[in-house]
């Protein structure tokens, strides 16, 4: 019985740890090949016109990363680069609220 109730805690708790405490704004890009962007010598990358596609997100500057040094961030990049060379759509998740911080989604 201890050893149920100790597991559904370990499990419950480490649920809410990696839940995430942000909210996400979603871009549509109709032409992802308009997306600017830069990469720093470590791998990030940088986007930058996103505020063209919705405006609830911020402009100026390079306020949106991608970690390509992740599973995540490889994931996320080769699916942007992808939709580049081919100049399709692609929906980016980003934070809420003006912030800036990583790219979390992406889809086509």
């Known amino acids: 019985m ?3 109730f100790l597991i559904g805690v370990i499990l419950g708790g480490s649920a809410l740890l990696v839940a995430p405490a942000w909210a996400v704004t979603y871009v549509f890009v109709p032409d992802a090949s308009q997306l600017s962007y830069s990469t720093e010598p ?3 990358v940088w986007l ?4 063209t596609f919705n405006s ?3 402009g ?3 306020n949106y990363s991608i970690d390509p040094t ?3 961030g490889k994931n996320i990049w080769v699916l942007i680069l992808m939709a580049m060379a081919q100049s399709q759509s692609i929906n980016l998740g980003v934070p809420d609220n003006q912030a800036p911080g990583a790219v979390t989604y992406v889809w086509k």
Do not use: A, F, I, Q
């Not at 930058?48 to 505020?51: H, I, K, S, T």
């Open 42 to 44: 470590s791998g990030k």
């Open 2 to 4: 201890l050893r149920r």
């Open 56 to 58: 609830s997100v911020l």
């Open 70 to 72: 992740t599973p995540e």
């Open 60 to 62: 100026c500057c390079w």
């Open 48 to 51: 930058r016109n996103l505020n």
